[in-house]
C-alpha cells in the first residue's frame, strides 16, 4: 500500500502542488512587470566601497557584482530623481549610463522575476512536495511495521512467560 502511495499518490501531490504554485508565480510576474520599469540613469559619482556579491532570488542568473552608485533618472510619470543605487554595470565613470529598475513611484527596484524563473521555482515546489510526501508515508510505513514488532515481541515474551524458566529440563513436568 506504501509503494502504491508512494508511486501514484505523490507524484500527483507534486504536480498539483507545482501547478498551484506556478499559477501564483505566474501572477506574480504579471503584477511585479507591470508595476517595475526600466530605465536609463546618469551616474553622478560613485559611492566608495569594494563591489558586492549579490544572489537575487528572483533573477535568473546565479550571481553579480554590483556596485553602487549615485545617479538621477527619470521616473515613469516625468519627474526627475536621484539617489543611490545598484549597477551590475561594469562602467560606472561619473556622466556614464546605467540601467535601473524603479516602482511606480520612480523609487529604486528589485528586476521582476521572468516566466522561467517562476517555472523553476514552481517546478522544484513541486518536487519538495513530491518528496515530503515519499518521507510521511515512509515514516508512517516505519512507524506501523515498528509497532507491530513491539507487539509481536510482547507476545513471544507472555507466551515465553507461560511457557515457564525451566522448559526442557527433565522431571519438571512440561
Known sequence: MALLLMAVATPALGW?????MD???QESVRVQQAQRHATTA???RPVSGAPRL???PEVPSERTTQTSVVARWKAPDGTARSGRVATSSKITD???????????DGRPALPPMDVPTAHTHAALAGFGAMLLGVALIEGGRRLIVWRMVQRRYARLDRAWAE??????RTGTGS
Open 16 to 20: 498539483l502542488c507545482g501547478s498551484l
Open 94 to 104: 561619473p556622466g556614464s549610463r546605467v540601467r535601473i529598475w524603479t516602482d511606480l
Open 23 to 25: 499559477d501564483v508565480l
Open 163 to 168: 511457557a515457564g524458566p525451566d522448559w526442557g
Open 54 to 56: 549579490v544572489s537575487d
Open 42 to 44: 546618469v551616474v553622478v
